[in-house]
């Protein structure tokens, strides 16, 4: 938004007339936007606040510290008919909101919120908020009882613990988060929770081990796997049930499923690893699977095969009848995956896509003797990949490929004659293709 002809006050004086406007989002690039909205006086969020009667929808990204104070005073001049709040901060101190809050906002439906602290003192129930994307500050012993408290009617939690991505071993149950499960199974025991609860996602395995949901929930997103926690896979799925499970890969020997072990996408009543548990029908069908391939990585690791390989040892002896895989243009995805609902990563993978289409066209229009040196996917047999897949899981009837600079394709498998021989064939219709996939995935 800054340029070197910009003039911050002139936004100032735009947002404090727009009450009409219905959706505003702010980011913090520079020093002028700062300057702007943590003026001397402090009151300038107040002001904007008050005046956008008709807001619906406010996103405010990479929130600065120095704004903290001034953001968390003017939040209740919000008009109460809000439904999305969206608080992003690359920061870890939490910004202190009056917890007085959810009793103002009687019409939030999605709230985006990182490292409050819920417990000290509690807050007031958001009783609208259906989608709730929280970071739980690391030093607060984990609470599911703050949690359900707080937000009584969720539909979906996308948690992480702490900042995503750290530099420890993200499967590790850190020192303060000791005895929290235990907690948590008891205070569902007489049936409090969320009776309608029906998306999980959580950056790690570790994290919803540790929150210990054990409603049945429709899709379940568990972080990146790793064999050496395969047991914890396991348990947290068998306790939630899903039908729906999504996880990331990594071109790795450890993201490889241990030879002999019960699959992650097996059916929940079948599990002889977690015992105790009740029986419950149905079974895992449906498998999403973020393919992140580190650039490096050797070759054989990003092609068909290794890509085929690692996925398949997923694929055995499940009952999935459809699997979406998605190819990321990159790494930096993987911290912030399961922060996110997926449709707002498929679309970030098809940019790419587009944007080496159009990159490569630009350079044979300004000179047709130019060589363009492949994509690192470019290697990828799409037809292999898909065939290899289908033998690996017998059930399949339906694979999508989201692939970065290579597109979205959605293949339909016939195994009507016999199980183990398959008739693959491509939707050819893009729009069809697209549709299958949120049909598929009830998005």
């Not at 990479?62 to 969206?86: G, M, S």
């Not at 750290?166 to 235990?182: M, T």
């Not at 243009?329 to 990563?345: A, N, S, T, Y």
């Not at 339909?412 to 491509?426: C, G, K, L, P």
């Amino acid at each position: 938004m800054a340029s070197d002809n910009f003039d911050p006050s002139a936004l100032l004086q735009v947002l404090s007339r727009a009450t009409y406007l219905t959706e505003l989002r702010i980011h913090w690039p520079d020093k002028d936007i700062l300057n702007l909205f943590v003026p001397a006086g402090g009151t300038c969020f107040a002001a904007i606040f008050r005046e956008l009667r008709s807001l619906r929808r406010l996103q405010l990204g990479n929130v600065p510290p120095a704004a903290f104070k001034d953001l968390a005073a003017a939040v209740p001049n919000l008009t109460p008919h809000l439904r999305i709040l969206e608080i992003i901060s690359n920061h870890l101190e939490p910004i202190e909101f009056p917890h007085t809050l959810g009793a103002h906002l009687v019409h939030l439906s999605s709230l985006r919120i990182y490292y409050p602290d819920l417990t000290r003192p509690r807050w007031e129930p958001f009783r609208s908020v259906r989608h709730l994307f929280i970071l739980w500050p690391e030093s607060v012993p984990l609470s599911l009882h703050a949690l359900a408290s707080t937000f009584p009617s969720l539909r979906a939690l996308y948690f992480g613990l702490g900042r995503p991505g750290r530099h420890v071993d993200p499967h590790a149950i850190p020192p303060s988060q000791e005895g929290v499960r235990a907690a948590a199974l008891a205070f569902q025991a007489s049936g409090d929770g969320w009776p309608r609860l029906s998306v999980l996602s959580t950056t790690t395995a570790a994290e919803a081990w540790m929150l210990g949901v054990a409603c049945r929930v429709r899709a379940l997103r568990l972080g990146v796997y790793d064999a050496a926690r395969h047991a914890t896979f396991v348990d947290v799925i068998a306790r939630v049930r899903p039908t729906k499970v999504t996880i990331a890969l990594e071109g790795a020997a450890r993201c490889v499923q241990p030879q002999g072990a019960l699959s992650v996408f097996h059916s929940s009543a079948s599990s002889p690893e977690v015992v105790g548990h009740a029986a419950a029908n149905g079974a895992v069908t449906h498998a999403v699977v973020f393919m992140v391939v580190p650039s490096t990585q050797a070759e054989e690791a990003q092609g068909a095969p290794g890509i085929a390989e690692i996925i398949g040892s997923h694929l055995r002896h499940s009952r999935l009848s459809y699997l979406h895989v998605v190819v990321p243009p990159d790494e930096r995805l993987k911290g912030m995956i399961f922060m996110q609902d997926e449709r707002h990563i498929y679309p970030y993978a098809l940019r790419q896509h587009r944007q080496a289409q159009d990159q490569a066209q630009a350079v044979v229009d300004s000179d047709p003797s130019s060589h363009q040196e492949p994509s690192r996917f470019a290697d990828i047999d799409i037809p292999l990949l898909v065939s290899s897949l289908a033998t690996a899981g017998c059930r399949l009837r339906t694979i999508a490929l989201t692939i970065a600079e290579r597109g979205q394709s959605v293949w339909r498998i016939d195994r009507s004659v016999n199980r183990h021989a398959q008739m693959i064939s491509r939707i050819m219709d893009p729009v069809l293709a697209k549709a299958v996939i949120a049909e598929e995935e009830h998005m």
